[in-house]
């Protein structure tokens, strides 16, 4: 089946930098839609970046632009968050999702808390 298992969450200082990680498998990697959501406590669920299947185009919310790295390592089956100069209100829970290209069907991995804090 479908797995997205996610790492590289943890507690950082305002300023530091962390890089999220999501292996996937159980479906063919790169054709599919794939993205970076995020969910502070009280908040609904955001998108904060995203990869087009086959080009990888990136894509990122206002927020994050110019901070974040959505990224992919092919032949590792793996997507990429690099985020830097993070912020207090970074503080979420992170979410990899994949849309699937022949069925629209959204996969999502456990999610992996990251705190920004002094």
């Known amino acids: 089946q479908v797995q997205l298992v996610e790492s590289g969450g943890g507690l950082v200082q305002p300023g530091e930098s962390l890089r999220l990680s999501c292996v996937v498998s159980?479906?063919?990697?790169?054709?599919?839609?794939m993205a970076w959501y995020r969910q502070a406590p009280g908040q609904q669920r955001e998108l904060v970046a995203s990869?087009?299947?086959?080009?990888?185009?990136?894509r990122y919310a206002d927020a994050v632009k110019g901070r974040f790295t959505i990224s992919r390592d092919y032949s590792a089956n793996t997507l990429y968050l690099q985020m830097d100069t993070l912020r207090p209100e970074g503080t979420a829970v992170y979410y990899c999702?994949?849309?699937?290209?022949?069925?629209?069907?959204?996969?999502w991995g456990q999610g992996i808390q990251v705190t920004v804090s002094s």
């Open positions: 990869s087009s299947g086959g080009g990888g185009v990136a």
């Open positions: 159980g479906i063919i990697f790169g054709i599919n839609d």
């Open positions: 999702n994949l849309r699937a290209y022949y069925t629209d069907r959204d996969y």
